[in-house]
Nanobody
């Protein structure tokens, strides 16, 4: 059984930082491409960042230069370091794992507000 659990969300002021964590149970992590998605109220879910099983990364234009995705295969964990946060980053953030099928976490809420 594969489970993804996100943590690290919260309330932060504009310009602040948060680090999100996605812990993955099961044996798929080393082989999986991993993503962070986010969904703001009233908007569609959007892809934020990707890290392949080999460690290659890519980012949405809106977060490039501010967010960093990383993974620790020894800990079956993926991270999203978010710096210089803006109010428009407010959303629920989800992690996704993909091998031959996809798995999703339940999400962690990030609120950027003064």
């Amino acid at each position: 059984q594969v489970q993804l659990v996100e943590s690290g969300g919260g309330l932060v002021q504009p310009g602040g930082s948060l680090r999100l964590t996605c812990a993955v149970s099961g044996t798929i992590f080393r082989l999986a491409a991993m993503n962070w998605y986010r969904q703001a109220p009233g908007k569609q879910r959007e892809l934020v960042a990707t890290i392949t099983s080999g460690g290659s990364t890519s980012y949405a234009g809106s977060v490039k230069g501010r967010f960093t995705i990383s993974r620790d295969n020894a800990k079956n964990t993926m991270y999203l370091q978010m710096n210089s946060l803006k109010p428009e980053d407010t959303a629920t953030y989800y992690c996704r794992a993909f091998t031959v099928r996809e798995f999703w976490g339940q999400g962690t809420q990030v609120i950027v507000s003064s």
